[in-house]
């Protein structure tokens, strides 16, 4: 049987500045491993190395949802008359900016 061999490689070219892109296709030994290192660039979050795709996926999904809502949840703070509803969406906001703040600290 042959050995396996490990090799880090990337690819470069000169019709960009390498100093403007921030990101790197960089290849390991499946393309799951690709996969994953290549999302994490995009997400920028913090410790997100130590996570599983699947993982990411569901991190993902929960701060664009939070996202979202705490979006929603402004527009109508924006548009509403009514005192007592402001105070409960604003509690509301408050509540969903805790839990992405939470998501993204984790």
């Known amino acids: 049987m042959g050995a396996i061999v490990t090799i880090d490689w990337t690819f470069k070219t000169d019709w960009f500045v ?3 892109n921030k ?7 499946n393309i799951d491993a690709v996969y994953q290192d290549f999302c994490i660039q995009l997400m920028e979050g913090n410790d997100l190395k130590k996570k599983s795709l699947e ?3 569901h991190y993902s999904k929960e701060k664009e949802s939070l996202e979202k809502e ?9 548009s509403c008359q ?3 509803l402001k105070v409960e969406l604003n ?3 408050k ?6 703040q939470r998501v993204t600290e984790s």
């Not at 990101?23 to 030994?29: A, I, V």
């Not at 929603?72 to 924006?78: A, D, E, P, Y």
């Not at 509540?95 to 992405?100: G, I, V």
Request: aromatic share 8%.
């Open 18 to 20: 390498a100093e403007e």
């Open 91 to 93: 509690l509301a906001l």
């Open 70 to 78: 705490i979006m929603q949840l402004q527009k109508s703070i924006k």
């Open 23 to 29: 990101y790197q296709l960089n290849l390991f030994n």
């Open 82 to 84: 009514q005192f007592k």
């Open 55 to 57: 993982e990411l996926v």
């Open 95 to 100: 509540q969903k900016m805790d839990a992405l």
